[in-house]
Structure formats: structure tokens, C-alpha cells
């Protein structure tokens, strides 16, 4: 029972290291001090409505601009990131933000690689113990046919050997 501890001990530790990381990975850091940096940082996380690939922080067009001094004036008015997020999903659709809601449909796109990773490595463990276990090995039983098919290959290969029985 002992050494069975031991050897849960290793991944039990990976675990808590990969947790660990994850909790300060997504931890966020104080909000940005400046206006200019706080605008950066909302505008950041919407897409541009008229660029394909690019943040409105990113892009130069004229939407991006406007909606980045929309931002400016929303923030300089008090309000959240939440209730500027908020207004631009009413006002363009949920597709402008960078990252999807955790609601509806957009649920499935944050459960669904959490889903798949749990299934790669619940498959993984599977394998391992069969593999552990032997399931996976194939039988070393041999055949009469079997052993006098490798005798009259090491015959003439040049071995006058006989295959151990």
C-alpha cells in the first residue's frame, strides 16, 4: 500500500503546481492606473467591427476609433468595464467581444476543451493500466505451427538452433 502512495505522490504534486499556475495566470493585477491604459485594456477585449483578426485597441480604423473614445468618454463618466462591455455587446452583438460569455452558447466554447481534455486523459489512464496490468501485451502462447515456422526460419537463416518449447 506504501508504494502505491509513492507513486501517486509525483503527479498529486504536478497537480498542485499546474492549479497553483493557473490561479496566478488568471489572477488579475490591479486595474490600469492611466485613462489611456484603462481605454487600452477595454478596448483590448472587444474586436474591431470592421477588421477581421484585430482588437479595436489594435486596428486604426475609423470604428475602432470611435468605439475606443466611446470607451474614453464611458470610463471618464464612471462607468465599469462590465457596463461598457455590456453596451457594446447590445449595441454590436455578442460577437465583438475577443472572448466569449460563459452563458448560452457561449458556454460551449469554454466547457467543451475542459470536456475533451478530461476525456484525452481519462483515456490515457485506461491505457496506462491495461498496459500496467498486462491486458495490452499479447499472449505468449505459441502455436505448434507457430514453432515450427521459427525453426525453419533460423534454419534457413544458417541457425541449426531449435526454438526453446
Same mark, same amino acid.
Given at each position: 500500500m506504501r508504494s502505491r502512495w509513492r507513486s501517486w505522490v509525483p503527479w498529486a504534486l504536478l497537480?498542485?503546481?499546474?492549479i497553483a499556475a493557473l490561479v496566478v495566470g488568471t489572477h488579475r493585477s490591479s486595474a490600469p492606473v492611466s485613462l489611456d491604459?484603462?481605454?487600452?485594456?477595454v478596448a483590448s477585449e472587444v474586436r474591431c467591427p470592421v477588421c477581421e483578426g484585430q482588437s479595436a485597441a489594435q486596428s486604426q480604423s475609423a470604428a475602432?476609433?470611435? +468605439?475606443?473614445?466611446? +470607451?474614453?468618454?464611458?470610463?471618464?463618466?464612471?462607468?465599469?468595464?462590465?457596463?461598457?462591455?455590456a453596451g457594446l455587446v447590445r449595441a454590436y452583438g455578442p460577437s465583438i467581444?475577443?472572448?466569449?460569455?460563459?452563458?448560452?452558447?457561449?458556454?460551449?466554447v469554454w466547457v467543451l476543451p475542459v470536456l475533451a481534455l478530461l476525456a484525452g486523459v481519462g483515456g490515457l489512464v485506461i491505457a496506462f493500466r491495461r498496459w500496467r496490468s498486462g491486458m495490452a501485451r499479447p499472449s505468449s502462447t505459441l502455436s505448434d505451427?507457430?514453432?515450427?515456422?521459427?525453426?525453419?526460419?533460423l534454419v534457413a537463416g544458417g541457425r541449426s538452433e531449435q526454438a526453446p518449447a
Open positions: 497537480l498542485a503546481v499546474a491604459a484603462r481605454v487600452m485594456h475602432s476609433l470611435q +468605439i475606443r473614445d466611446q +470607451i474614453r468618454q464611458e470610463l471618464s463618466g464612471g462607468e465599469s468595464e462590465g457596463q461598457i462591455l467581444l475577443e472572448k466569449p460569455e460563459a452563458t448560452g452558447v457561449g458556454l460551449v505451427d507457430d514453432r515450427r515456422l521459427v525453426d525453419e526460419a
